[in-house]
């Protein structure tokens, strides 16, 4: 889904907010249309309907939107229905989503938990057992030398 997708109804009745390439702005955005971001942006963006960052875009900071498209480069925390990175966008930081598309070309380094999932891993419990076993046999030798 693309920025004029299925979600526009809400976007056209309250504009776009657009940050041109070379403008810097700190601080925090609340609107429930659209925010483009082709300059920089450090600080908040809550409650928009689309966020789009530009190939020219930087964004540090904290995101909560329906959507997400990026082409740039996004560094925080996110919290949105759908993420979408497309070719050479990059996100760094911690995510909470409901659908990930990573394109061909995309990054993602971080955390992602996906909205209400089912799923539990259980790496912890076997990385114990493995801890077990790799510590055992040593004790087990140092025992025998002391004899």
């Known amino acids: 889904m693309g920025i004029f997708g299925k979600a526009n ?10 940050i041109a390439q070379g403008t810097c702005i700190i ?13 920089k942006f450090e600080g908040v963006i809550l409650e928009a309907d689309v966020i789009s960052i ?6 540090i900071g904290d995101i909560k ?3 997400l498209i990026v082409s740039g480069l996004l560094d925080g925390k996110i919290d949105c229905n759908e993420v979408q990175i ?15 598309i990573i394109e061909e070309e995309g990054k993602f380094e971080g955390q992602g938990i996906r909205k209400g999932s ?3 891993s259980r790496y912890d419990e076997i990385e114990n057992k493995i801890s077990n076993i790799l510590v055992t046999p040593s004790h087990q030798i140092e025992h025998e030398s002391d004899t």
């Open 118 to 120: 089912k799923l539990k």
């Open 27 to 39: 601080g925090g955005i609340s609107t429930e249309g659209t925010v483009h971001i082709d300059g």
């Open 9 to 18: 109804k809400r976007t056209a009745q309250n504009g776009a907010t657009v």
């Open 86 to 100: 497309l070719p050479h966008g990059k996100v760094i930081g911690s995510m909470k989503y409901n659908e990930l």
């Open 65 to 67: 939107a329906n959507n």
């Open 54 to 59: 530009g190939k020219t875009g930087e964004v």
